[in-house]
């Protein structure tokens, strides 16, 4: 056992706790009147933004992700932040060009973001490295991650050398993200044991709880030298969350490992958040226990409400098993992807065509971009006649996909015109486009009263432009 000072804790509880448990659908309301508190508990950091989180805040929720950062950053002024950055995805689902990489880090810095964990859904450290050198230059902890998943070509050389790889482009510390909660104790124990001989950084372990072996990850993973663990409190954790603050704290008290955090302040919190859970009953969906599914096919809790979702949709519900069968066929087809945003959508959406149409009757842009290398270079060495199937003669792209998108910024600041009321606005516009068009417009409407459904009514029955848009 390796004898260390104390444990650090992140809290998720505004970014994955209720991302996972109740759909992103947490708004900043009822997050800013316990935010006090959490910042006095003296967490390590608190993760409060990335993911899904910025999609969401427009789609759904009517707010402004630019300013609910803004919210949270002047209520936490004792806490690090931190965010999930999808590399050169951002957070989003697709690649985007280094103008918008190189803005978006330096924004949310200036918005005051203190560390950045960024990921790669292929573990192509070629898409980390604008988003870690920008990290760099703006002064900001750069969290390089490893998407932990299991296969013949992923073993222990292929993380090292990964981790290698992100010392080289700067690196404050590694993040193992177990997006599927699959590690297991003792492999944890090795890996993180591994990480700290070969490069001494710190380590960070980040689960879900699906599985059930969370705990009892964090535990073999802390006595092989991890620094940091992400924790939920309790009532927005377990299930597909995380695991919960309470108990990890318990767990540790009065050993080397302890991490001094206060049970009755947290348990405080925990109170409030059991009240808040109840206002978002309609996608608290979430009732099993334990997962065995994601042990056997790696399927994290979120792709699978995805397949129930979609099956429901064609009235084929019995056809689950089958796709779940599929999604370990579609992987290996595809070089072993491991089963994360977006690469997890990619190979789910593909599995059940498979199973509804027969295998590969029918294949998706994205996937069709994906066997072209659009979203990187892949683990393990693609089916070639699969490939040749989807995209003919075709030759995939080699390098960094990056290279080969042109600059984004500046088309994207004239599409959205009059709308534009600060720079983080054409930010938001690149990433989701429509999303960011309908939110933009509503915003610029009620500033001006203009009722845009109305005039785009007159100019249809005009058959021209009334209203300059």
Not at 90 to 119: P, Q, S
Not at 291 to 319: E, H, R, T
């Amino acid at each position: 056992m390796i004898e260390k000072k104390g444990i650090g804790i992140t809290d998720t509880t505004f970014r994955d706790g209720h991302q996972s448990l109740l759909a992103t659908r947490m708004k900043i309301e009822h997050m800013l009147p316990i935010a006090e508190k959490m910042d006095d508990i003296g967490f390590h950091s608190m993760e409060v933004w990335g993911g899904a989180t910025f999609d969401t805040c427009m789609r759904f929720l009517n707010e402004d992700p630019w300013e609910r950062l803004d919210k949270i950053r002047k209520v936490l002024k004792k806490t690090k932040i931190q965010m999930l950055l999808r590399g050169q995805n951002l957070v989003g689902y697709k690649h985007y060009a280094d103008d918008v990489v190189v803005e978006f880090v330096k924004k949310a810095t200036a918005h005051g973001m203190d560390i950045f964990r960024i990921f790669d859904a292929m573990n192509d450290v070629k898409n980390l490295s604008k988003a870690m050198e920008t990290a760099k230059k703006e002064g900001a902890h750069v969290q390089a991650t490893i998407s932990y998943t299991t296969s013949p070509v992923h073993n222990m050389e292929y993380f090292l050398k990964m981790a290698g790889d992100m010392v080289d482009l700067g690196a404050d510390s590694f993040c193992i993200k177990d997006m599927a909660g699959i590690l297991k104790p003792y492999d944890a124990y090795d890996l993180v044991s591994s990480l700290k001989k070969q490069f001494g950084l710190p380590v960070q372990l980040h689960t879900h709880y699906t599985s059930g072996m969370g705990s009892a990850m964090y535990l073999k993973g802390i006595e092989g030298g991890a620094d940091v663990i992400d924790t939920a409190i309790s009532s927005l954790a377990l299930g597909t969350s995380q695991p919960a603050t309470e108990t990890m704290v318990s767990l540790f008290d009065g050993t080397p490992y302890d991490t001094g955090l206060n049970l009755p302040a947290l348990a405080e919190i925990a109170e409030y958040f059991k009240d808040i859970r109840m206002k978002y009953k309609e996608f608290d969906v979430y009732s099993g226990g334990v997962d065995p599914n994601v042990l056997i096919y790696q399927v994290p809790g979120g792709m699978l409400s995805n397949f129930i979702s979609q099956l429901q949709q064609q009235n084929a519900l019995d056809k689950l098993p089958e796709v779940l069968a599929e999604v370990p066929r579609v992987r290996e087809d595809m070089g072993y992807p491991p089963l994360v945003t977006p690469t997890s959508q990619i190979v789910g959406s593909q599995a059940v065509l498979n199973v509804l149409l027969g295998r590969y009757k029918m294949v998706t842009n994205e996937v069709k971009a994906y066997m072209k290398g659009q979203y990187g270079t892949t683990p393990g060495t693609v089916n070639e006649e699969i490939r040749k199937s989807i995209i003919g003669d075709e030759k995939p792209i080699k390098g960094r996909p990056a290279d080969y998108i042109e600059p984004q910024l500046e088309q994207a600041r004239k599409e959205i015109g009059h709308y534009l009321q600060k720079d983080e606005d054409v930010l938001s516009y690149v990433l989701f486009p429509q999303v960011a068009n309908g939110f933009l417009e509503e915003r610029y409407a009620l500033k001006t009263n203009v009722d845009y459904k109305m005039a785009r009514d007159l100019e249809a029955e005009a058959g021209t432009n009334i209203y300059p848009l």
